[in-house]
């Protein structure tokens, strides 16, 4: 038996992109770019987008590859729970929120987790979406043992609107 530690993931990692199959690659976009804000970075076609934030080269792909006209998956499946799109600040959060209300997107939940703030949607394709912000790390509900300790609390979205 060996007595180093097991391996473990690079702090530096991150999740770079998602890709995402969906059924009609305009309403997508119409969502995404259109109602979120992400950039066009390129087209494959008419099967297929790559969009971005701040000019990376793509943080979605949306493609009708193996899905142009089909239903949405099942929701009692093995599948994406959720996409998460971090959010800067705060007020970047509300931007997004007071969009959302403004074209009346319906809203699936609200949370305040401690660590994160999150507002929770389907996109046209019923794949959850997570619109979120941090909180500064130092302000990290901790555990007596110094772990962090999340929670699943109402978000005060009176107060995330005056960020306006």
Known sequence: MSDTAPYTIPNQTRI???HLK????????AFYRDLLG???????????????AGGYHHHIGLNTWHSKGAPPAP??????YHTAILYPTRRDLAVAL????????????AADHGVSEAIYLNDPDQNGVELYW????????LDADGN?????????????????
Request: net charge negative; glycine share 8%.
């Open 16 to 18: 770079g992109h998602i």
């Open 22 to 29: 969906v059924a009609d690659l305009d309403r997508a976009l």
């Open 38 to 52: 992400f950039s066009l970075v390129a087209m494959y076609g008419t099967d297929a987008a790559f969009i971005s």
């Open 75 to 80: 929701v009692r499946s093995a599948g994406l």
């Open 98 to 109: 007071k969009r959302l209300i403004d074209a009346k997107y319906p809203i699936t939940g």
């Open 134 to 141: 941090d909180r500064p790390r130092d302000e990290w509900p």
């Open 148 to 164: 962090i300790a999340m929670v699943t609390e109402p978000l005060d979205l009176p107060g995330l609107m005056r960020e306006l």
